[in-house]
T-cell receptor
Framework: AQSVTQLDSHVSVSEGTPVLLRCNYS??????LFWYVQHPNKGLQLLLK??????LVKGINGFEAEFKKSETSFHLTKPSAHMSDAAEYFC???????????????FGKGTLLTVNP | ETGVTQTPRHLVMGMTNKKSLKCEQH?????MYWYKQSAKKPLELMFV???????ENNSVPSRFSPECPNSSHLFLHLHTLQPEDSALYLC??????????????FGPGTRLTVT
């Protein structure tokens, strides 16, 4: 079985400072990993994904994440926060189920990012 | 319209009512999903349809009944709900639910309140 742990439920940063949102996962099989963002009253939007290619993944809006198998981590970073980055962020792990007929996404509980002026 | 749309955006219903949520995707995808998003809990997968066939029912109570008449439309029929069913219900689509490389595209959700 797979699981995802987002280590911080709330992160607060100042505009222009770096962002670090932490995610650890566990999986019995080779996982795919995703970060999604959800702005208020909106659906989830994909930021980036890792699917066993390069371990450093670049996404939209200047975000990137590094897959570290030895640490079972997939932390999300951005060098300089913008006010528009304020949202909830979800780390997601995806594996094929035991029957091989589908894949299943397991979502973390989310990290609320606040950006202060 | 583009992307994934959901109607209604907000719904208040009594425990004895019957209502339906609608989802439509304009992306040419073959897989569609229903999720439940409750406060303080992780997003929960409810149902998956791939090429109009249901491939996942994540132990959802029978008071929730999905329907997928074609690859572009997905419904969630609701009857005799409980107050704890109040949540944001999200619809998503992807090219193929069996292919890990395809990401899911989400609609804005229906905010459901059961009184």
């Amino acid at each position: 079985a797979q699981s995802v742990t987002q280590l911080d439920s709330h992160v607060s940063v100042s505009e222009g400072t770096p962002v670090l949102l932490r995610c650890n996962y566990s999986s019995s099989y080779s996982p795919s990993l995703f970060w999604y963002v959800q702005h208020p009253n909106k659906g989830l939007q994909l930021l980036l994904k890792y699917t066993s290619a390069a371990t450093l993944v670049k996404g939209i809006n200047g975000f990137e994440a590094e897959f570290k198998k030895s640490e079972t981590s997939f932390h999300l970073t951005k060098p300089s926060a913008h006010m528009s980055d304020a949202a909830e962020y979800f780390c997601v792990v995806s594996v094929v189920n035991s029957g091989g007929s589908n894949y299943k996404l397991t979502f973390g509980k989310g990290t609320l990012l606040t950006v202060n002026p | 319209e583009t992307g994934v749309t959901q109607t209604p955006r907000h719904l208040v219903m009594g425990m004895t009512n019957k209502k339906s949520l609608k989802c439509e995707q304009h992306l040419g995808h073959n897989a569609m999903y229903w999720y439940k998003q409750s406060a303080k809990k992780p997003l929960e997968l409810m149902f998956v349809y791939n090429f109009k066939e249901q491939t996942e029912n994540n132990s959802v109570p029978s008071r929730f009944s999905p329907e997928c008449p074609n690859s572009s439309h997905l419904f969630l029929h609701l009857h005799t709900l409980q107050p704890e069913d109040s949540a944001l219900y999200l619809c998503a689509s992807s090219q193929d639910s069996a292919d890990l490389s395809y990401e899911q595209y989400f609609g804005p959700g229906t905010r459901l309140t059961v009184t």
